[in-house]
């Protein structure tokens, strides 16, 4: 599966951005998909994920801000940001996990990354 990460921007703290994920290559509903980041300075992190039977999992410092959500008919993942705030900047990366990558526990592929930039 080849990833494609768009939807970054700068935004207010407090606005909001939605990002995308489209997916091409491979059958898309049999992935796991979801969202890291890496702030500046910062080790990579996990923020959302949703499996292929659509659960979802948050990391804490975005629950009840952040929603995942798939299209399965257009293979795509998206990342609805709500509430922004300045610690939110970061390079967001999407991943798909096919069913055997999700079986020993890697990320099957990657997207470029889209950078996201919170202002106070």
């Known amino acids: 599966v080849q990833l494609q990460a768009s939807g970054g921007g700068l935004v207010q703290a407090g606005g909001s951005l939605r990002l995308s994920c489209a997916a091409s290559g491979g059958i898309f509903s049999d992935n796991n998909m979801g969202w890291y980041r890496q702030p500046p300075g910062k080790q990579r992190e996990l923020v959302a994920a949703i499996g292929s039977d659509g659960t979802t999992d948050y990391a804490d410092f975005v629950k009840g801000r952040f929603a995942i959500s798939r299209d399965n008919t257009k293979n795509t993942v998206y990342l609805q940001m709500n509430t922004l705030k300045p610690e939110d900047t970061a390079i967001y990366y999407c991943?798909?996990?096919?069913?055997?990558?999700?079986?020993?526990?890697?990320?099957?592929?990657w997207g470029q990354g889209t950078l996201v930039t919170v202002s106070s």
């Open positions: 991943y798909a996990q096919s069913p055997w990558a999700a079986m020993i526990g890697i990320k099957t592929s």
